[in-house]
């Protein structure tokens, strides 16, 4: 079956926020959380070493939307439920349709850091990947010096099935960087 022939909820809830696919319009917060964040992320993170205008992020987010509605990617905007206010930008990356199998990346508005919005959304993501997709297997990867990614996989119960070494160049381009592989499977 096509992918773009799959029906399933384009937003969710968890107990404290809102997760949904992204919108027009959301470029102009979305800039804002990057430009607040860029010190935090820009060492995992390529798109945050990268100057960019709000309009330039708008088109990345009206991007993101069609390739949601065509099931290509699935970006998932996080939003603190009381207030609406964007807290994370996260997603259903590298999908196969086949397994189903998919990657969730995730990364938080530093202002809203440390109070446990990027765990309640992994886990939300990851039982909406289990649910509603009939997801096989859920991954994460990310750094090993990235302890805060590692610890997020970590609470939302991923496992660390292993560690790919010299798996890819680094951002600067001058070493080679290992990667942490987590997953959960049904």
Known sequence: ??????????????????IRMPMHGDGQAMYESIEASKKEISPWLPFA?????????EINIREAHIKFLKREDLRLLVFEK???????SSGLHQIDWTVPKFEIGYWIDTRH???GYITEAVKGIADFAFTQLKARRVQIRCDPKNKR???VAERAGFTLEGILKNDERSLDGDSLTDTCVYAMTK
Do not use: C, W
């Open 113 to 115: 850091g440390g109070k």
């Open 82 to 88: 009381e207030t609406g206010e964007l807290v994370a």
């Open 1 to 18: 079956m096509n992918p773009i022939l799959l029906d399933f909820p384009n937003e969710f809830y968890t107990e404290r926020l809102h």
């Open 49 to 57: 070493r990268q100057e960019q205008t709000v309009e330039e992020v």
């Open 149 to 151: 990614s590692s610890a």
